[in-house]
């Protein structure tokens, strides 16, 4: 029992193509924006949107144009918090999608506010889907933009989900979620 996760490029989002670059806009100041100018804005509310194929159990919560990255980022944590919560619910930033989370022993029951029926799932399963939707996430990105393997934000963000239990930030990552953050 394991979840299937796929993400299309949202035929209308101009960011996916290889033509896009962050130089065809301008920041505040009427500079040309950079690859590595792109912060938690563009990634999670403005570009890279997607259709997202999700179904677990045979049940068919897939949803189209959501950011690939606020999708994959907001089930992230939803694996560890079912090891000492009940319930937990996985929210969506641009669209009232919530997914609702209830252990319940080895076995985790999912459903949404916007899909009809629910699923089991066990949650080891749950947690390598979820492992999966992160990966893929940021795979796309990088097969689609090579160039966002450096970005900052994206650099900073990856080191807090592979190493969550790190409290601090050195020098370099804090001036860059400084920067990241004061751009977005």
């Known amino acids: 029992m394991k979840?299937?996760?796929?993400?299309?490029?949202?035929?209308?989002d101009e960011s996916w193509s290889a033509d896009w670059a962050p130089s065809l806009f301008f920041d505040e100041h009427g500079e040309s924006r950079d690859w590595d100018d792109l912060g938690e804005d563009e990634f999670i509310f403005s570009r890279f949107?997607?259709?997202?194929?999700?179904?677990?159990?045979?049940?068919?919560?897939?949803?189209?144009?959501?950011?690939?990255?606020?999708?994959?980022?907001?089930?992230?944590?939803?694996?560890?918090?079912?090891?000492?919560?009940?319930r937990v619910e996985v929210m969506m930033?641009?669209?009232?999608?919530?997914?609702?989370?209830?252990?319940?022993?080895?076995?985790?029951?999912?459903?949404?506010?916007?899909?009809?029926?629910?699923?089991?799932?066990?949650?080891?399963?749950?947690?390598?889907?979820?492992?999966?939707?992160?990966?893929?996430?940021?795979?796309m990105l990088h097969r689609h933009h090579p160039e966002l393997r450096h970005n900052p934000y994206l650099l900073v963000l990856l080191k807090r989900l592979l190493y969550p239990d790190v409290q601090y930030l050195n020098a370099w990552e804090w001036d860059v979620c400084r920067r990241c953050y004061r751009e977005s």
């Open 93 to 139: 930033s641009v669209e009232a999608l919530t997914y609702r989370l209830e252990r319940d022993g080895d076995l985790v029951r999912v459903r949404s506010n916007v899909h009809a029926g629910q699923a089991l799932i066990s949650a080891t399963a749950l947690a390598d889907s979820v492992d999966r939707m992160v990966d893929g996430a940021f795979s």
């Open 49 to 86: 949107y997607v259709d997202v194929t999700l179904e677990i159990g045979g049940v068919d919560f897939s949803r189209h144009y959501l950011p690939v990255l606020d999708f994959a980022l907001a089930w992230a944590a939803a694996p560890k918090a079912l090891r000492t919560q009940d």
């Open 3 to 12: 979840a299937l996760v796929r993400y299309t490029p949202h035929a209308d």
